[in-house]
């Protein structure tokens, strides 16, 4: 089992910054692909970015891309979504996942972190 836990969600302006993090427990995540989901009140939850168990690769949804950038640090177990040039669109829950390497699907979830951006 892997335990996820998410902060650094809160208010800001558009044009600011957060920075998520999502810290597991229960196994490392060295073997799991992780990724960042968000869901606005009345949507579907979308994908925002991802990340390879290595760390080797990274990818965006187009509508963050060159804005939001994912890291991660298996010795901490940690993964974190930097957003900057926030949009009052960003805002949203924000969820991180694992998925195990070699998997299609994501298997665990956090509760989710609030986003709020004001215009």
């Known amino acids: 089992q892997v335990q996820l836990v998410e902060s650094g969600g809160g208010l800001v302006q558009a044009g600011g910054s957060l920075s998520l993090s999502c810290a597991a427990s229960?196994?490392?995540?060295?073997?799991?692909?992780m990724g960042w989901f968000r869901q606005a009140p009345g949507k579907e939850r979308e994908f925002v970015a991802a990340?390879?168990?290595?760390?080797?690769?990274?990818s965006y949804t187009n509508s963050v891309m060159g804005r939001f950038t994912i890291s991660r640090n298996n010795a901490k177990n940690t993964v974190v979504l930097q957003m900057n040039n926030l949009k009052p669109e960003d805002t949203a829950v924000y969820s991180c996942a694992a998925q195990r390497a070699g998997t299609s699907s994501y298997n665990y979830w956090g509760q989710g972190t609030q986003v709020t951006v004001s215009s």
């Open positions: 990340i390879t168990w290595s760390g080797g690769s990274t």
């Open positions: 229960g196994r490392t995540l060295s073997m799991y692909n």
